[in-house]
Antibody, heavy 127, light 111 residues
Framework: QVQLQESGPGLVKPSQTLSLTCTVSGGSISSGSYYWSWIRQPAGKGLEWIGRMSTSGSTKYNPSLKGRVSVSVDTSKNQFFLNLNSVTAADTAVYYC???????????????????WGQGILVTVSS | DIVMTQSPLSLPVTPGEPASISCRSSQSLYSNGYNYLDWYLQKPGQSPQLLIYLGSNRASGVPDRFSGSGSGTDFTLKISRVEAADVGVYYCRQGLQAPLTFGGGTKVEIK
């Protein structure tokens, strides 16, 4: 059973870069066709999709983050990463990593659902 | 961006009674024979978990008291008989196009 675990600093200063790691266990990050994804949730608020990298290496990001975000994968370590630069207090949130699973159906395009999710990590942006 | 709107915001329920949550999208989520809509449950203090994918398909291990229906822009998640373990915030999410977007959530609590 695949499990995901986020790690990284819980406190980042404004204007610096937020860097998180998601470690995948119970399966190889390079096997199958998945979308390794990041989602965040500000305290008391809803969920915001950040971006993803597919097993094939293609990336897609939320335009609301204005080019500040990148997602990458290290298959040798079975990990994927989030970098978000020039952070402000508005980036304070619980950050989740998740595996995007496509249905494998003809015509289903770029659709995938999130399963499983990591437990989440709280990142606070403050000086 | 596709806007997802859920109602109600809060839903007090009696154990054993049915419950229903509505989700509407600002444009149709139907394409190529599929509805690109998922449902997730975030139990208190936990990360979200998948309940329903492609509008009406239960994820592995999800009890059959949960069902998803609808097409196009109007979707419904139904719980046939609510249990105490079902409390939490329910989110719908569109998977048709980036940026992927979630509804604002419906908090289900026991009366």
């Amino acid at each position: 059973q695949v499990q995901l675990q986020e790690s990284g600093p819980g406190l980042v200063k404004p204007s610096q870069t937020l860097s998180l790691t998601c470690t995948v266990s119970g399966g190889s990050i390079s096997s199958g066709s998945y979308y390794w994804s990041w989602i965040r949730q500000p305290a008391g608020k809803g969920l915001e999709w950040i971006g993803r990298m597919s097993t094939s290496g293609s990336t897609k990001y939320n335009p609301s983050l204005k080019g500040r975000v990148s997602v990458s994968v290290d298959t040798s370590k079975n990990q994927f990463f989030l970098n978000l630069n020039s952070v402000t207090a508005a980036d304070t949130a619980v950050y989740y990593c998740a595996r995007g699973v496509p249905p494998g159906l003809s015509g289903s395009g770029d659709y995938y659902w999130f399963d499983p999710w990591g437990q989440g990590i709280l990142v606070t942006v403050s000086s | 961006d596709i806007v997802m709107t859920q109602s109600p915001l809060s839903l007090p329920v009696t154990p054993g009674e049915p419950a229903s949550i509505s989700c509407r999208s600002s444009q149709s989520l139907y394409s190529n024979g599929y509805n690109y809509l998922d449902w997730y449950l975030q139990k208190p203090g936990q990360s979200p978990q998948l309940l329903i994918y492609l509008g009406s398909n239960r994820a592995s291990g999800v009890p059959d008291r949960f069902s998803g229906s609808g097409s196009g822009t109007d979707f419904t998640l139904k719980i046939s008989r609510v249990e105490a373990a079902d409390v939490g915030v329910y989110y719908c999410r569109q998977g048709l196009q980036a940026p992927l977007t979630f509804g604002g959530g419906t908090k289900v609590e026991i009366k």
